[in-house]
């Protein structure tokens, strides 16, 4: 883990099935992050403060769009930081290899692929934005 450095965050303005994908991917990088707690009381103070800006960028997003998809739905604008895009970038990449993983297998399930193929696509769409 590298230690990040904060900086303004640009604003995209997000329609609410956008928002759906990012929030199911925010929440997918937080998990992925989650077993740095374990030893985090042996990271050093640099490495504290980046694995925390990881969480805190996350969360401004998820407070941004909601936590859960409002009952009525609106476009909002979202702030992506230079370390938030990059753990966008990454997610992006994660779909894509798990697909091919999954299709290489005998037996695959159509609609997982179907559902991280159009999360490929919607996250395409928006880090072409940022």
């Excluded at 965050?9 to 099935?17: G, M």
């Excluded at 193929?117 to 940022?130: N, Y």
Aim: with cysteine; hydrophobic share 40%.
């Amino acid at each position: 883990m590298s230690t990040q450095q904060r900086n303004s965050a640009c604003v995209v303005s997000v329609d609410p099935s956008t928002a759906d994908v990012l929030r199911h991917q925010t929440l997918v990088v937080l998990e992925a992050n989650h077993y740095y707690f374990e030893e985090i009381l042996e990271f050093g103070p640099e490495a504290q403060h980046a694995l925390s800006v990881i969480y805190r960028d996350a969360f401004a997003v998820l407070d941004t769009i909601g936590w859960r998809r409002p009952d009525e739905p609106v476009t909002v604008d979202v702030p992506f930081t230079a370390g938030f895009i990059e753990q966008l970038h990454r997610r992006r990449y994660d779909l894509g290899h798990t697909n091919i993983d999954r299709v290489s297998q005998e037996t695959w399930d159509r609609e997982l692929v179907d559902r991280d193929r159009e999360a490929a696509v919607t996250l395409d769409r928006l880090l072409a934005q940022v």
